[in-house]
């Protein structure tokens, strides 16, 4: 299975693209400029420069599926947020679907909603947004994706434990809650193989579950 990472220089993005490679998949790392390519050279990962606010078709192309994990960042302003999270991801979207790239499994965010509220509620409306795109996507166009969304909480830089909890979107956690980037990572690239996630949307956060069962039972 070919793979396009979409935000493969990112803190989640390079821990996708190693899990990948690890699965003896074949993971292509889109990244956004020239500078960024010698790790993945190292890793012996084939890049391919793409910019998510314009089409990004050539990268798309000859894939099997794609996994989002792109995002504009806590340093710019909310214009780039939404020509990232919002109009980027649906541009994404649409390229997958129009060239066969049919698996599509999407990082978004814990309180994604179009009509948030919250501190950040530009992120989260944006993000939101693009969520209800990957839907609905089927109504619109000839093609349809088999999507995933995945909703962590706030990310850390704790080593995974690949022990997890899940719940439907909305679900709020008693206590304190996290999720380890590598956790997140690890239920990205695992989504592909579990068609029990096809079409389903679920919070992710560190827990005790193994991650395959948890998977399982979303």
């Not at 990082?107 to 509620?121: C, E, G, N, Q």
């Amino acid at each position: 299975m070919k793979v396009l990472v979409i935000g493969a220089n990112g803190k989640t993005g390079r821990r996708v693209v190693r899990r990948l490679k690890a699965s003896s998949r074949e993971p292509l790392a889109m990244i956004r400029t020239p500078d960024q390519r010698p790790a993945f050279d190292e890793l012996g990962v084939p890049t391919v420069l793409g910019d998510l606010e314009y089409p990004i078709d050539h990268a798309v192309r000859g894939c099997d599926a794609v996994i989002f994990a792109a995002g504009s960042g806590s340093r710019t302003g909310k214009d780039k947020t939404v020509l990232v999270d919002h109009l980027g991801a649906i541009r994404s979207m649409v390229a997958a679907a129009v060239h066969g790239a049919s698996r599509y499994v999407m990082l978004s965010s814990f309180r994604a909603d179009p009509r948030s509220d919250s501190r950040i509620k530009h992120y989260h409306r944006a993000k939101g947004l693009a969520d209800d795109f990957l839907r609905t996507q089927h109504e619109v166009m000839e093609q349809s994706l088999e999507w995933t969304i995945v909703c962590p909480a706030g990310l850390t830089e704790e080593p995974g434990t690949e022990k997890v909890a899940v719940g439907k979107v909305g679900w709020e956690p008693s206590g304190e809650f996290q999720t380890s980037r590598d956790n997140l990572a690890a239920a990205l690239v695992d989504s592909l193989d579990e068609p029990n996630t096809v079409r389903r949307e679920f919070v992710l956060i560190d827990g005790e579950t193994p991650l395959r069962d948890a998977l399982r039972s979303v």
